[in-house]
């Protein structure tokens, strides 16, 4: 069976820091294209960071660049986001996606995956 499970999320003050992770399994996760996407309650989901399949390339939207850093353990098959300076317009339901495609580029748009994982909650208090 093919799944991605986050895990991370939580209750954090502004200013703080939270780290996400991904678990794979039932894939080859050293051929599939991640991503970090997140949504809150009414809204579209929205791609925040993406990582190529050896993690050369790294995307970010430009709401988490220089603060949120992407990065990924093929060995572990597990993904990670580190989240930095984090404010109440951070919170929100964070997944974690993935797409076995060897050779495809990383991208944003939430389309593109089709393995997602349950959603991690992430709660930024002012």
């Known amino acids: 069976q093919v799944q991605v499970v986050e895990s991370g999320g939580g209750l954090v003050q502004a200013g703080g820091s939270l780290t996400l992770s991904c678990t794979a399994s039932g894939l080859t996760f050293e051929d599939a294209v991640m991503g970090w996407l997140r949504q809150a309650p009414g809204q579209e989901r929205e791609g925040i960071s993406c990582i190529s399949q050896s993690g050369a390339n790294l995307y970010y939207a430009n709401s988490v660049k220089g603060r949120f850093t992407i990065s990924r353990k093929n060995a572990k098959n597990t993904l990670y986001l580190q989240m930095n300076n984090l404010t109440p317009e951070d919170t929100d339901i964070y997944y974690c996606?993935?797409?076995?495609?060897?050779?495809?580029?990383?991208?944003?748009?939430?389309?593109?995956?089709?393995?997602w994982g349950q959603g991690t909650n992430v709660t930024v208090s002012s």
């Open positions: 996606a993935a797409r076995r495609a060897r050779f495809a580029d990383p991208t944003l748009h939430a389309n593109f995956y089709n393995i």
